[in-house]
């Protein structure tokens, strides 16, 4: 089956959504954004699709089995959550999901960045960020990652001289380093596991 790469303009339909959610919360599940609801998720990606701020992109053999959401600069990120704030904040206070809150807190008080230099915080101001990436498990190991992110910077309307990620784990961390050649350029305070800031010249 043939593998396509795009970018979304249009709203997706119920079954793009419901693919697009399955994957969020098998491979990406320490995100903020999984510990919604599905109906709050529903909400960020259309907003994705919608804002110039955010790019939302996918990988389809017939269904969808990856997605990535790119931030122009990852203060947008913040910018298009507080959109939502009231529904985001009940939502994750009716779940018990404290530490999330916490942690949204501390990102829009910038304490996560202590651990990370003045130069290494300006390259982040200034980078596009990978805001989240992920590609079904049994679809993974194959290279689709590393050829949907090529497409990726290709493919984006924003420039920069960087682009960014997060991630809490080896394996994204590997990938990211070793496939692609991202570098590392601190640590963001995550409750309760650090966050590895990586970076990439384009």
């Known amino acids: 089956m043939k593998t396509k790469f795009r970018k979304i303009y249009k709203k997706l339909n119920l079954k793009e959504l419901n693919d697009i959610i399955f994957i969020l919360r098998t491979e990406n599940k320490s995100s903020i954004l999984a510990k919604l609801s599905k109906k709050n998720i529903v909400k960020y990606l259309h907003e994705a699709v919608k804002t110039k701020d955010l790019e939302l992109f996918i990988v389809t053999q017939k269904n969808i089995i990856g997605y990535a959401i790119l931030a122009c600069n990852p203060e947008y990120l913040l910018k298009n959550f507080a959109k939502f704030k009231k529904d985001f904040f009940i939502d994750l206070f009716l779940n018990l999901n404290f530490l999330v809150l916490f942690n949204i807190v501390i990102s829009k008080l910038n304490f996560d960045k202590i651990l990370i230099s003045g130069k290494n915080k300006k390259v982040i101001s200034e980078s596009l960020n990978l805001n989240l990436l ?20 290709k493919s984006s309307i924003h420039k920069s001289k960087y682009i960014t990620c997060e991630t809490d784990n080896e394996r994204s961390n590997n990938f990211y380093k070793k496939k692609l050649n991202f570098k590392s350029i601190g640590k963001r305070i995550r ?10 010249k384009l």
Do not use: E
Not at 138 to 153: A, C, D, E, V
Not at 191 to 200: N, P, R
């Open 191 to 200: 409750f309760l596991k650090l966050q590895t800031v990586l970076a990439k």
């Open 134 to 153: 992920a590609i079904k498990r049994n679809y993974q190991s194959r290279g689709l990652g590393k050829k949907f992110l090529k497409y990726i910077f």
